[in-house]
């Protein structure tokens, strides 16, 4: 009898230059252990400094690439990320709900690069916050995300805290976990509201590394592959994290571009390739 692979799927934007987008993610899902299939929301021209073009893909062309993975494989659980355009955002529900899916659905509310880019058109977030988002198991954005979407400025722990009750309260969210990477001080803490209405804090200490670009997507898509694998969402939180930790600390002294270069996806193979050395 042959074994099913842990299948995912990630749909998402292209990064050209492999740190984020649909690359970070097919890059964790394996490194994770899963097999990731892809569909394509948008294709961007960008490197480790900033974002030159993007090109949404039409939103019939998405749909067919979601409708033609869900028809073949048993996806246990669905990345989104980077969107763009409404129209994209209803493709996705739309197909989604046509393929009566029923594995786990991990959004990523993609609105800005980490070099400061706009990824995302501006009537995007109403059609996202009222026809995708309450679909989610888990929504990950960081701070800026997170005011965009709850409307109000964060500033501390206690601020990541309202807002994740105020986005979970007001757009039907089942469960959010805010970044809190983009706040000041040594420790990086990131608030979980899960679907209980249970509040739950992960602490790890700051890197200081230049090497982040695709954090988010990495994170998403980490939560995504523990879930698949079997794990309950505070496990697959809890190892996300600890992964994109040292994905970030392997790759804190290698020199990759000229801005904000990538995490280190595979450093778990290469340590374990240095023993037969």
Known sequence: MKNKPFATMTIAGSDSCGGAGIQADIKTMSALGCYATSCITAITAQNTMEVTDIMATNPNTLSAQIKCVLKDFDILATKVGMIYTSENVLAIKLSLKEMNYKGYLIIDPVLIA??????????????????????????????????????????????????????????????????????????????????????????????????????????????????????????????????????????SNIDLGHGHGSLNHFFAPQKLYKNFQ
């Open 114 to 251: 980490t070099s400061g880019s706009k990824l995302a058109k501006s009537d995007f977030l109403h059609t996202l916050t009222t026809e995708l988002l309450p679909m989610a198991d888990i929504i990950t954005p960081n701070i800026y995300e997170a005011e965009t979407i709850c409307g109000f400025k964060i500033n501390n722990k206690e601020d990541m805290i309202i807002a994740a009750k105020t986005i979970h309260d007001n757009f039907n969210v089942k469960s959010v976990l805010i970044k809190g990477g983009h706040l000041t001080g040594e420790n990086m803490t990131d608030i979980y509201l899960s679907s209980k209405g249970e509040v739950k804090e992960y602490t790890l200490t700051k890197l200081d590394s230049n090497n982040t670009h695709g954090t988010g997507c990495t994170l998403s898509s980490a939560i995504c592959s523990f879930l698949a694998l079997g794990f309950d969402m505070n496990q697959a939180i809890e190892k996300a994290k600890y992964y994109v930790y040292c994905a970030i600390k392997e790759a």
